[in-house]
């Protein structure tokens, strides 16, 4: 039976639609959602554990690895209407290595929580990670919504 389900899901998610499944006031509804998002699918580090096979030993990094300006603008605005309660930037490759994207992301996405997952490759000089550790706390500090 449930492999029907899979053969027309249309017609199973218009039944579930017009079932009254939430109880209560409908515009007190307030569930959080959840996004995982890959801001690049290319990673320096390239470890021969990772189940991406997203360095360099595996492929040379392109432009269509990164997400564009147009893209997290998208995507920002996405997050901003959804009731956003975690958000995970992981994921194929190095998210620190889209610093505008992730400086980005911290300022005006609107979320309760939000975790970035890094090689920490980007803080392999000390100079150099306190600059981006600046930056981060700088965007920080410009967020409407505290985290």
Known sequence: MIRKIFENPQKYRDILISKDLIHGDRNDFS????????????????GSFCFFKSGPAFRKSSREDSITKEGIEKFIEFSNTINLG??????????MLEKHAVLKIIEEVESERIVFVTSANWAKKKYTAEIYLENIKKSMANRKPKS
């Open 31 to 46: 569930g959080k959602s959840f996004i995982c998002v890959s801001l690049t699918s290319f990673c320096p580090v390239g």
């Open 86 to 95: 975690y958000l995970l930037v992981s994921g194929g490759g190095e998210p």
